[in-house]
């Protein structure tokens, strides 16, 4: 069992440590606001070797509206979480090395083969957490995203 850490993603940087721990064949489950392609990006070394993720979004989140059809009078553009699968405001720089669409496409096939997503339908608040078991169970808390600025890659607010 690891003792407790605390991780400000300048000295201790959460990605370094995942990098670390993450082994083939463990098992992640993540509960987070956000899921960005970067953050898989990152940690592809780890994350290809992983038997399975299992990831949750923390609020309603690719889920179509219940809403009654009525005539919109304006348009409401889609949520920041969706759209945060494809970089969030941090990831900029990454956006720009126009390498998104072979990012795209290899963390579109790691997750056909190991991810499955659910997201949070309740009401309830789910704090965000990253779980992996393997040899050894270690868990990442709180955890907002899973982004390259939640990893501690980029810098965040």
């Known amino acids: 069992m690891r003792m407790p850490e605390l991780f400000d993603n300048t ?22 606001a956000c899921f960005s392609i970067y953050a898989y990006s990152v940690l592809k070394e780890q994350l290809d070797a992983i038997d399975e993720l299992r990831f949750i979004f923390t609020a309603p ?25 494809y970089g969030t405001a941090f990831e900029v720089k990454l956006r720009n090395e126009l390498t ?15 991810v499955r997503f659910r997201s949070n339908r309740t009401g309830d608040t789910i704090p965000g957490f990253m779980n992996i078991n393997g040899t050894d169970a270690v868990t990442y808390m709180p955890l907002s995203g899973f982004t390259t600025a939640d990893i501690g890659c980029e810098r965040g607010l």
Do not use: H, M
């Open 11 to 32: 000295k201790n940087v959460v990605k370094d440590d995942l990098a670390q721990t993450i082994k083939k064949g463990d098992r992640l489950s993540i509960a987070a």
């Open 61 to 85: 989140t690719f889920l179509k509206e219940k809403a009654p059809k009525e005539k919109r009078e304006f348009y409401i553009p889609r949520l920041g979480r969706e759209r945060s699968l």
């Open 100 to 114: 998104q669409k072979a990012v795209a496409r290899e963390c579109a096939d790691w997750i056909r083969n190991k």
